[in-house]
């Protein structure tokens, strides 16, 4: 089962590099980008798009570490009150014990 998830992965990743080759290479026209105060040199539009989507995916992942911090707060309180209530439920039932004695 491993080795078809490997395989499977692979697969689509070579699709990918495949579809990414072909894409620069049809894209080589110069594109000179004009960004109202700043005039940006021409280059290919297939670099220009996969500095977009660079730069559109570093400013996810930037906006989303709020929310992954809020998270993994929840989550850490949550274990200690996990292991608060084990311990609890130990004490619980030990002393059970002992008054059956």
Known sequence: MRWIKGLIL???LLVVLLV???F???NQQT???NLIWLELPPISLSVWLLAT???GVILGMVAMLGVYARLKAHLARAQRR?????KELDRLRTQELKELA
């Open 31 to 33: 594109i000179g980008l």
């Open 53 to 55: 989507l660079t730069a």
């Open 24 to 26: 620069a290479v049809n």
């Open 82 to 86: 996990n292991k608060q209530q084990q």
């Open 10 to 12: 692979a697969v689509i």
């Open 20 to 22: 990414g080759i072909l």
